[in-house]
């Protein structure tokens, strides 16, 4: 069985975004921390070289930086009532494998959630009435506000060098940020990006329209930038691969540009890769946590023990280490008890095609997070009184890049392959351009996270089962915001656009967002949360759970923002409140 | 605490890997044994391009994967889903077929980094792929059946027909109007037609593309690094030469 180690002060699982954060700061506080990650350790010197990431069909078609599903995988279907079957190759979103995790191979697109998220059911019942959200939807709050989250985003951003404007600062509105931003209490840390054609355009067109444009906030610097841990990034170069790449400038933030290169050289810290963690040990009643179990590449068994436990990986793992670790109760649809699993959700994806014939958009110069955006349809910044759904999207041109095997917009109808296609394609490969409505999508009691009953991973054990589908809520606002956004690309006065509203059922093929949140949500109320607002375990006070699996639904925004804040409030309540008084944070 | 015994270099673990990491304490999770997880602590070493190189295809090699008739049915397939014309050459004269065999004979064609356990069952198209064949032997099957339909509806092996011929069996496979044995139709082609564009659109490195032609016909720069000169100039055309990850053809010309 497993190997008994010397006790830890404290032990990290995952070290991405979310397990670095919290690991260097437990370190500065003078905790011995380890570091356990699933995959191997990457360093862009070594593993994103300048002369070979420049590599389509080694990153994004065989999904090299990618946890590999023959390690881990999840099941999937739409319905309780279906039998779920396994994602053999990743489609709809990418998990991430190795140091800093999916947050090597993002976008960079970092957005705050507005301070009436952290409340949104308090929110909408104040403003619409307290029947107002139907029975499909499991909506609640936070157990947290703006005033506690703002210190935590503002250090996430000064981490990882955020480039954008500043719409609303504590001292007023800003010309030309996003006036819908809730009030900051510094600027972003580098100025915005430069901007391409086709972000130019649709930002001219939606001012035209009364919207207001502003800089899509990018943890792609802009310019050289030194972060508080002495981490230095060099400025963003536009070279078009990047979302699903490793960046060679160091442009783009992730916990291996920005935190793990200190963390890494201070003496309480050390990272065990290729260890994978199989559980969270506790004592007999369950009242604490005492460690976790791991197996290394070589099949060994190893029990770390740890008088704090933080649980950081991505959204999926953090459930289902829960759920094979009896840590709360699992969910269960038919009663609505329990609350491992709760509240899984995702992001409703939207965009609209828009071909021209008259434009060079260039489209092989972008990045995962240059752009411009407008969040006049997104969340509750809009009245949704008689609209029938609550929610909205993110709308925004952010030209990614255009390398050919997956970059070869065509209009629908053009044939796949032949002389008329290659035609097409031809045509069409410099000329089109997308704006992309990145949607919220709300939680409802049939979404949910449980173990798979027949599917296993390499270690014999239960894979990961999501049950999910769209809500009718989230397909009528789907088809609203798009609608909205086809009216900007109709203004713009392209030879043809195609509307694309995300449609049910949820299909796991093609691409849509890696944002999977909730499963593990936090809160006030230990009926409806696993985490207080503290990403403390109820019942558990040892133990912590951090990453989107908090989120109790998810806004029309992209969440790393919002995972890199909670990291950090996480360790703050660690450092400042249980290492004082250790035991439960709140009654 | 210090590695005692040499770890076996495997596990998806390479020994280069290992000898990169030298500075770091290789403690084999701090325990005697033959532990391959690393443990890191300190700064840790690396060597310059230990985890990146790629071996570029050698063309001259011969068939790694397909057999001789099997290669002449890819290739005839190939140059029917990219035809040459006024725009380019041909996805065979492209060496797209000789990227699908190299493709097959690596860790893709037996999908070694997916996750093949069963219990394999339909389910919904949402589901996904849900076929016990890996793409070796969906090949292997495939291009067989497509022979054995071939001989039966027109007394010839598919490469022997002629290019209408062949494009009318294409599209009757990619609208299912024509069922294999052994093989659904369509799985096997929507393989074939993903993994030619592949080859025709992805650095020249795998065989494919060849002279990065596909990038010049549609003005793909290819594997360069930097546009910040470049981004606010709009809507030009900046006419750059493509460049792949191996350089290009006249910086190898001596001067």
């Known amino acids: ?587 | 605490m210090k590695k005692r015994d040499e770890p076996a270099a495997s596990g998806g673990l390479t020994r280069r890997e290992l000898l990169g990491s030298s500075a770091a304490l290789l403690v084999g999770a701090a325990a005697p044994g033959a532990a391959q997880a690393l443990t890191f602590q300190g700064t840790p070493e690396w060597k310059p391009l230990a985890n990146v190189a790629v071996e570029p295809v050698d063309e001259s090699a011969g068939w790694q994967f397909f057999t001789e008739e099997e290669a002449a049915t890819v290739e005839a397939i190939v140059e029917r889903l990219i035809p040459a014309d006024d725009l380019s050459i041909s996805g065979k004269e492209a060496g797209c077929a000789i990227f699908i065999d190299r493709q097959l004979a690596g860790a893709y064609g037996g999908f070694e980094r997916l996750y093949m356990h069963g219990p394999f069952q339909d389910g919904t198209p949402e589901q996904g792929d849900q076929s016990p064949l890996t793409p070796g032997q969906r090949y292997r099957i495939g291009l067989a059946a497509l022979d054995d339909h071939c001989r039966r509806e027109h007394d010839a092996r598919f490469a022997e027909l002629e290019a209408d011929r062949r494009d009318q069996i294409l599209s009757q496979l990619e609208q299912e109007q024509i069922q294999l044995d052994d093989i659904d139709s369509q799985l096997f082609f929507e393989l074939v037609l993903t993994n030619t564009m592949e080859g025709f659109f992805a650095d020249p490195l795998y065989g494919g593309n060849r002279d990065m032609v596909s990038w010049k016909m549609l003005g793909f720069p290819g594997a360069r690094y930097d546009y910040r000169d470049y981004i606010e100039r709009h809507n030009e055309d900046l006419e750059f030469t493509p460049v792949s990850i191996g350089g290009r053809s006249d910086w190898q010309a001596q001067g």
């Not at chain 1, 356990?36 to 070979?52: C, H, L, Q, V």
């Not at chain 1, 190893?302 to 933080?310: D, N």
């Not at chain 1, 014939?357 to 240059?370: E, H, L, Q």
């Open chain 1, 1 to 587: 069985m497993a190997t008994k180690l010397p006790l830890t002060d404290a032990v990290v699982v995952g070290l991405g975004w979310a397990g670095a954060i919290i690991a260097n700061e437990l370190v500065d506080a003078g905790l011995k921390v380890v570091g356990i990650e699933r995959g191997p350790w990457r360093d862009t010197a070594k593993d994103f070289n300048i002369a070979s990431v420049t590599d389509e069909l080694r990153y994004a078609q065989r999904q090299e930086l990618m946890l590999r599903t023959a390690q881990n995988t999840i099941t999937m279907r739409n319905t309780p009532s279906q039998t779920a079957l396994p994602m053999r190759k990743w489609g709809s979103f990418h998990p991430g494998n190795g140091t800093g995790g999916a947050g090597n191979h993002w976008a960079g697109i970092t957005f705050r959630f507005q301070p009436e998220e952290f409340r949104l059911r308090s929110h909408l019942e104040e403003r619409y009435g307290a029947d107002a959200i139907p029975d499909e939807l499991s909506l609640q709050d936070w157990g947290t506000d703006w005033d506690e989250m703002e210190p935590f985003y503002d250090a996430f951003e000064k981490v990882a060098g955020t480039s954008g404007r500043a719409g609303q600062l504590k001292s007023g509105q800003q010309p030309g940020g996003n006036p819908f931003e809730g009030a900051r209490s510094s600027d972003y840390p580098t100025p915005p990006l430069k901007q391409p054609y086709s972000p130019t355009l649709f930002a001219d067109t939606a001012r035209e329209m009364g919207y207001s444009p502003f800089p899509v906030p990018s943890s792609l610097v802009s310019e050289a930038y030194t972060n508080p841990l002495g981490v230095t990034m060099g400025p963003c170069t536009f070279c078009g691969f990047c979302t699903n790449y490793g960046c060679a400038n160091y442009s783009k933030a992730s916990a291996i540009t920005t935190v793990l290169p200190a963390l890494i050289r201070k003496e309480n810290f050390e990272a065990r890769t290729h260890c994978e963690v199989l559980e969270v040990t506790t004592d007999s009643d369950g009242r604490r946590a005492t460690g976790i179990i791991y197996v290394d590449s070589a099949g060994r068994r190893w029990e770390q023990p740890a008088e704090i436990v933080v649980v950081a990986a991505f959204t999926f793992e953090n459930v289902r280490l829960m759920l094979t670790s009896n840590i709360g109760q699992a969910y269960d649809p038919a009663t609505r008890q329990g609350t491992t699993g709760r509240n899984y959700a995702y992001q409703t994806a939207n965009n609209v095609q828009l071909f021209f014939d008259d434009k060079n958009f260039n489209p092989f110069i972008g990045a995962g997070a240059v752009g411009m955006g407008i969040d006049d349809f997104n969340n509750d910044n809009f009245d949704h009184a008689g609209l029938g759904f609550f929610g909205g999207g993110s709308t925004r041109v952010t030209p990614i890049g255009a390398a050919p095997i997956n970059a070869r917009p065509t209009p629908p109808g053009t044939p796949r392959w032949g002389s008329n296609w290659k035609r097409a394609t031809v045509d069409n490969y410099k000329s089109t351009m997308s704006i992309g409505c990145e949607a919220s999508n709300y939680s409802s009691p049939n979404n949910y996270l449980s173990l798979d009953p027949t599917y296993r991973d390499r270690l014999g054990r239960p894979l990961l089962r999501i049950t999910f589908d769209f809500t009718q809520n989230d397909l009528r606002m789907a088809q609203y915001v798009t609608d909205k956004t086809a009216e900007i690309a109709r203004r713009m006065n392209p030879r043809q656009i195609v509307a694309n509203p995300r449609t049910g059922p949820w299909d796991g093929r093609p691409y849509q967002s890696s944002h999977v949140v909730g499963g593990f949500v936090m809160g006030a109320d230990p009926s409806n949360s696993s985490v207080n607002k503290h990403l403390q375990v109820w019942g558990v006070p040892n133990l912590f759970v951090v990453g989107a699996s908090a989120f109790p639904q998810n806004p029309g925004y992209n969440p790393t923002g919002t995972v890199g804040a909670l990291a950090f409030k996480a360790a703050y309540g660690i450092v400042n409140r249980y290492l004082r008084n250790p035991g439960e944070m709140m009654s």
